[in-house]
Structures are given as structure tokens and as C-alpha cells.
């Protein structure tokens, strides 16, 4: 492929190369095409340049310092952004001669499969109508606009893998959750079983413990009935796994991307694209071409306010999780204190039940920032 059908990699050898020279630039991409597997005459996206950028980042905090670096990431990647909004990712495919055969569409198996299975067929058909227009004369001013239409359809695809990762990740998340509150329910029943035992001695002393006693018998006996129900249905090591990593920078700058990058965004710019193309000499003051740009700048507004939505979102989690994360391992360190003091076990049944109930609150306060992270690298990532 000509450098000038790689806009990206240009972009980024000139970019790379004010900082590291132009030998040693050419020599990270080379080493990060290859470590990825990418094929050598693929051209690279935005995408791909985060990669690599993130890749020189960690060289660059070893040569001048995590501030400098750090500096350098958010103005580079902003930047990307920016180029990001005007060119479009080039799409692969001969210049002239027939149009290549696809592989054939992974047919789907399930109703929600469907979504992603019509995203592909779409950029089937988008990359073998932008290799079409390439080759014929008389449509070669709509390529542009047929590149753009490439880059949103394959857009389309990210977003249902991204919800395809999404279900299954929620569903993984559901099953700890519910192994978790099926161990907090075991901790519960053994403070349950040591308090009705602790009643039964004061009322055998004469205390007037009655309606307490008749009252934790009764929990006790639905907490087992409900244990009976679930034990059988979960794996129970699922509520003693690691808690989730929730350390993602989210001030990070490639977040940037997440809006020219946004499915609807490019779709809206293929739009405008066209109706350029429609309106020839009428230009930008076309009635198309100002409706074209109305609803890309609707599209920038709603990708920009979701973006932001989905940070603060994933910000409250991040924090719910650390304050929760800090109470439960007091809770735990106190548990442990107390036992090898010799504690009464009803003491530390209580504080086991807290801590159990406390974890299973972090943890699904990661579980929602690990879902809201998952779906914000399906705009920025690489993969």
C-alpha cells in the first residue's frame, strides 16, 4: 500500500519521529506491527496508533520522567483525536481489477446474534462497494465518502462484539454475585444459630427473651430453607475469587478517541460526506449539507455526553469500590484479632457476616466499573 493510502501511519512516523528521530521511529512501528501480528502492508487505524503510542509512552517515562511523559501521551493522543475526526480509516482492497471474493458471514445461532451478523454483512458490502468506486473513473469523487462508510460500518460491527463481550461478562458477574450473597446467607445462619443458642440459655436463666428467641428461630430456619434452595446451585469458591483490578486511569487521554471514533459519529460523517458529494457545485451551502452537519454535530454532542456519562459512571464505582475495599479488610483484620484473642464466637460470626456483606458490595461495585470500562476500550482500543 502507497504511504498516501496509510494516512495514519504517516501521521504517526511524523509524530513519532520529532521525539525519537525518523530511524528510530520507523523501528518502534515495525517492532509493534510485528509483535501484534498485524500483517506489514496493513494500513493502521487510530486504534492501532494507540497502541504504539502507548507502547512509547513506557519508553518515554524511562528517558525523561513519568511528567514529561505523561504530558506528551494527553497532547499526542488529543491530536490523534482531532486528525481522527477528518480522515477516515482506509479500508484494504486492490485499486483496479475484480472485486475480491469475502469470506463467508459467520452465521449466528441465537436471536441477539443477529445485530452483529447484519454489522458484517453491511461492511461486507460497504468494503466491496468502496473497491468498486476505486476502480471506475466516473465514481472516484465518492470515494472519500465511500471510505468514511467503511470506517462506520466496521464501527457497527465494534459496538455488537463489544455488547456480545458485554453479555457474557455480565453474566459471569451475576454468577459471583449470587455466589457471594449465598455466602453472605451462610455467615448470616451461623450468627442466626449462635444467637437463637445464646436466647435459649438466657430464657432457661428466666429472662424475658421470648419474642426475641421465637423471632431468630424463624430467620433461621428461612435462611436455611433458602440455603437449601441455593448452595446446591453455585459454586461457592466463585465468592472467595480475587476482587477486580479497578486501577484504569480514567483521566487517561486516549479516552479522547472515544468520540470521532463513536459508531453514530461516523456514520454522521458518512452522511455529510455524501450529501457533499450530492451537492457538486452548491458546496456547503447546500440545504443537504447543512442538515448533514447539523446531525453530525448532534452526533458529536450525544457520543460526547454518553463518554462522559460512562467515566462518571465508572469514577462513583472506582471510589465505592476503594472505600468498601478499605471497611473490608478492616473487618477482616478485626476478625482475625479478635479470634486469636479468644474472642466468643458470636462476636466474630457477626464480624464475619459483616465482612461478607461488605465484600459482596465491592465487589459489585467493580463488577459495574469493569462494564463500563469494557465498553468505553470497545470505542478505544486496538481490539
Known amino acids: 500500500m502507497s504511504a498516501g493510502l496509510d494516512p495514519y501511519r504517516d501521521w504517526l512516523r511524523s509524530r513519532l519521529s520529532k521525539e525519537l528521530g525518523v530511524k528510530e521511529a520507523q523501528l518502534v512501528i515495525q517492532g509493534a506491527v510485528q509483535r501484534r501480528g498485524w500483517t506489514a502492508v496493513r494500513s493502521l487505524g487510530p486504534r492501532d496508533v494507540v497502541a504504539v503510542l502507548q507502547d512509547v509512552y513506557e519508553k518515554m517515562r524511562e528517558r525523561v520522567g513519568d511528567g514529561r511523559a505523561d504530558k506528551w501521551l494527553e497532547v499526542t493522543t488529543v491530536d490523534l483525536a482531532r486528525f481522527a475526526e477528518t480522515v477516515p480509516v482506509p479500508a484494504e482492497g486492490a485499486a483496479e481489477g475484480a472485486l475480491p471474493t469475502p469470506p463467508p458471514v459467520r452465521w449466528g445461532r441465537r436471536a441477539h446474534d443477529l445485530p452483529l451478523l447484519l454489522a458484517r454483512a453491511h461492511s461486507e458490502i460497504a468494503a466491496r462497494s468502496l473497491t468498486a468506486i476505486r476502480s471506475s473513473a466516473v465514481m472516484s469523487s465518492l470515494e472519500r465518502a465511500a471510505e468514511w462508510d467503511v470506517q ?54 428466666g429472662q424475658a427473651v421470648e419474642g426475641q428467641l421465637a423471632h431468630n428461630r424463624l430467620m433461621s430456619s428461612q435462611t436455611d430453607a433458602f440455603l437449601d434452595t441455593f448452595t446446591p446451585l453455585i459454586d461457592m469458591t466463585d465468592a472467595d475469587l480475587v476482587m477486580p483490578d479497578v486501577e484504569t486511569d480514567l483521566d487517561s487521554a486516549r479516552f479522547a478517541l472515544g468520540v470521532p471514533l463513536h459508531p453514530n459519529v461516523l456514520r454522521a460523517r458518512h452522511t455529510l460526506n455524501y450529501a457533499q458529494w450530492q ?34 459512571s465508572a469514577r462513583r464505582h472506582q471510589d465505592q469500590f476503594r472505600t468498601l475495599g478499605v471497611k473490608a479488610t478492616g473487618l477482616d483484620q478485626r476478625a482475625a484479632r479478635l479470634a486469636s484473642s479468644g474472642g466468643d464466637s458470636l462476636s466474630i460470626a457477626r464480624i464475619r457476616l459483616e465482612w461478607r456483606q461488605t465484600r459482596s458490595a465491592a465487589r459489585i461495585q467493580a463488577h459495574r466499573f469493569l462494564e463500563a470500562i469494557r465498553f468505553l476500550e470497545g470505542l478505544v482500543s486496538e481490539t
Open 152 to 205: 462506520a460500518t466496521l464501527a457497527e460491527v465494534r459496538r455488537w462484539e463489544t455488547e456480545d463481550r458485554l453479555t457474557r461478562l455480565r453474566s459471569d458477574h451475576a454468577r459471583i454475585e449470587v455466589a457471594d450473597q449465598v455466602a453472605a446467607a451462610v455467615a448470616q445462619a451461623q450468627v442466626l444459630r449462635l444467637t437463637v443458642r445464646e436466647l435459649e440459655n438466657a430464657a432457661r436463666s
Open 279 to 312: 451537492a457538486g457545485d452548491a458546496g456547503d451551502a447546500s440545504p443537504g449539507v447543512l442538515h448533514a452537519q447539523h446531525d453530525l454535530h448532534l452526533a458529536e454532542a450525544e457520543a460526547r455526553e454518553q463518554l462522559d456519562s460512562t467515566l462518571d
